[in-house]
């Protein structure tokens, strides 16, 4: 099949900054639903060999569920290509591990990340977001929803539901930004010997966030509580599991929130009608959540490696080519979501991947609807509207659909 030479670039992180491209990705599903895409050197990062884009819902969730044609394992699961002698040390990770060694790990998780365990949670959620909400409120109600409101509120539940002390919180957040703003200028990259960015995902950057892994998880043997590490900590689990299973928590535990309640916001923002169908009570709030997941997925890409010889959408992929879903794309396929670009809080069903799909579905997605559920209920009953007071700033990044700032006006019930 031959490839047209005139498609749109979906991989330059700072095309994402001004948005999910909605037209790109409307054109490559139209046009070359499986597109090849040049990975230049772009923001001092060198250039990598280059990928196939997926867009469409149906790819995406085949790409997803076939681990043993499309490997976590195989390259890692971002779109840099990690240092070769970086790979061995990134496989450790679950979220890097194929069928059958992931489930393990996957299992293993599972015990600590209980429904009971984040269902007892929702009350100190409802509260924390009460509180945020309130002081947003009584300070004239004109507030950057990201600094003001949703950085805390997500931080402060993970580390709660860790089990992190007060005192440590700050750490996490800077280990956070360490991680997921690397390509995002206003996050300087720390360079090595040689000049060239270090990958925040390499052993080195990650020996400080280790050391206080292996630091809490010794301190909660001898003082259990009712957290995760807790849980975690008293399983078989090495040491080095461990460690990985606190990054990807840290990470990913804080970031998807992080990014998804002040998408949300906006997109209610941006829709009033539905805003009010929401504050009436006209549209649930499950499905509503799930419909700005839908609309603003909290990660936009991940990467996968062709483990064999493989055709895709008519296209052939090479064993050892990189193939990379984008779920923001897929959640705007208009071959399965009618009027994709329309906010209906109401819409079922609704088959979005922003939690992935397949093996490595996301193991915090209740935690994280929990979460989304009790702040939009919070907002609803605190706030009498929400407007925007001034443009978002959106994070560089073709990998996590960030909001730096929001500003908005939350007007009083």
């Not at 046009?31 to 469409?56: I, S, Y």
């Not at 993970?158 to 360490?178: F, I, K, N, Q, Y």
């Not at 689990?237 to 299973?245: H, I, K, R």
């Not at 702040?375 to 925007?388: A, I, K, N, T």
């Amino acid at each position: 099949m031959q490839q047209p030479t005139d498609l749109p670039d979906v991989f330059d992180p700072r095309i994402h900054a001004a948005g999910p491209p909605h037209d790109a990705f409307r054109e490559l599903r139209d046009r070359a639903p499986v597109a090849w895409q040049e990975e230049r050197a772009v923001l001092g990062w060198p250039a990598g060999p280059g990928f196939w884009a997926v867009t469409r819902h149906a790819d995406v969730v085949r790409v997803l569920k076939d681990a043993r044609t499309y490997s976590s394992w195989a390259g890692a699961t971002q779109i840099r290509d990690p240092d070769p002698a970086d790979l061995p040390f990134i496989r450790r990770m679950m979220l890097n591990q194929d069928p059958p060694e992931h489930g393990r790990l996957r299992r293993l998780a599972g015990r600590a990340f209980t429904p009971g365990r984040i269902a007892r949670f929702e009350e100190t959620a409802r509260a924390r977001a009460r509180q945020l909400l309130a002081a947003a409120v009584g300070e004239g109600g004109e507030v950057d929803l990201v600094r003001g409101v949703t950085d805390d509120y997500a931080l402060l539940n993970l580390t709660d539901l860790l089990g992190v002390p007060a005192s440590d919180r700050g750490l996490l957040h800077a280990w956070t930004e360490r991680v997921i703003a690397y390509q995002d200028p206003d996050e300087p990259p720390v360079l090595g010997a040689d000049g060239k960015p270090v990958n925040p995902r390499s052993p080195a950057m990650l020996a400080e966030m280790f050391a206080y892994a292996q630091e809490l998880a010794a301190y909660k043997r001898e003082h259990p509580a009712d957290d995760l590490m807790t849980a975690l900590a008293t399983t078989e689990l090495a040491d080095a599991e461990l460690e990985m299973f606190f990054f990807l928590l840290t990470v990913a535990g804080n970031d998807t929130v992080r990014a998804a309640a002040p998408g949300g916001v906006l997109a209610l923002a941006r829709n009033p009608g539905e805003r009010r169908r929401l504050w009436r009570g006209e549209a649930g709030v499950d499905t509503a959540v799930d419909e700005l997941l839908r609309v603003h997925p909290p990660v936009l890409s991940f990467h996968r490696t062709a483990a064999r010889a493989t055709g895709l959408a008519g296209t052939p992929i090479a064993e050892g080519d990189k193939v990379v879903v984008f779920h923001v794309s897929a959640n705007h396929d208009e071959r399965v979501f009618p009027d994709p670009h329309r906010l209906d809080l109401g819409r079922r069903p609704n088959p979005h991947v922003s939690f992935g799909d397949g093996p490595h579905v996301c193991l915090g997605a209740h935690f994280a609807r929990l979460q989304l559920r009790v702040f939009y209920e919070e907002l609803r009953d605190s706030c009498g509207d929400v407007e925007l007071a001034g443009e978002p700033r959106r994070l560089v990044s073709n990998f996590i659909n960030g909001i730096k700032s929001l500003p908005v006006r939350l007007r009083e019930p």
